[in-house]
């Protein structure tokens, strides 16, 4: 019997450890945590070109507060139902290690395509690049090649698997998941999360909490909650 309690207090303290390990790593995550706010305006140019005005704030809430805001305008050319090209420029004011906002340029262009679409949902893939200039640090160019699952009603969940490039390889790899909701054809809401596994030089892992306000003025693109 004494041989079986030891072997039971042994298992419990397992538990016990396991346990301990899983709240730990628990909290690691949400000291981590970060938001995104992102909000844009789509507006009609031609039948087929429409301009998007984009803004964007990260915060780390509990460390830094507000680190990161961008904004910038997006051409969208439809080159049919399916397809379009994609260019664009942010630029982005971010705080560095000493508490300094730096500002940076971003240039990008692409394409984005559905593969895939049966009521109530669709599925697009879209490649980008991107080339960074920094006030502080080294420029470089970033590619990014992202599937999206979205559903099509006016209250409908989204998910998504985005990998991201430079020329010392796998950069990173965000996935994910959230909710759209569309008050009419002008305005639509979304909220989500993602989680991103980085390359050790880059960073650690990152999990961001994320809401948006899309408005649209006559345009027919769909909102992307995470550009």
């Not at 910038?72 to 439809?78: F, T």
């Not at 080159?79 to 004011?93: K, M, P």
């Not at 009521?119 to 080339?131: I, T």
Request: proline share 3%.
């Amino acid at each position: 019997m004494r041989r079986e309690e030891g072997k039971l207090d042994t298992s419990g303290r397992w538990r016990w450890l396991a346990l301990a390990a899983l709240l730990a790593a628990g909290q690691e995550a949400a000291a981590q945590a970060e938001t995104q706010h992102g909000f844009d305006a789509g507006f009609r140019l031609t039948a087929r070109l429409d301009l998007v005005l984009h803004g964007r704030i990260r915060t780390q809430p509990g460390r830094l507060g507000l680190y990161q805001a961008r904004g910038g305008p997006i051409l969208e050319y439809s080159w049919n139902s399916r397809f379009r090209l994609i260019a664009g420029y942010y630029y982005a004011e971010q705080e560095n290690s000493q508490k300094d906002f730096i500002g940076g340029h971003r240039w990008f262009g692409g394409a984005e395509g559905r593969v895939w679409s049966a009521r109530p949902s669709r599925v697009d893939v879209r490649l980008l690049a991107e080339r960074f200039e920094l006030a502080q640090g080294r420029d470089y160019t970033r590619y990014r090649v992202r599937a999206r699952v979205s559903g099509t009603r006016t209250a409908a969940p989204y998910g998504s698997v985005e990998s991201f490039f430079d020329a010392q390889g796998w950069r990173s790899t965000r996935c994910a998941a959230g909710l759209r909701w569309r008050n009419g054809r002008s305005i639509s809401f979304d909220v989500g999360y993602f989680v991103e596994p980085r390359r050790a030089d880059i960073g650690r892992t990152r999990h961001m909490f994320l809401t948006g306000v899309h408005w649209n003025f006559g345009t027919e693109r769909r909102p992307d909650p995470d550009r």
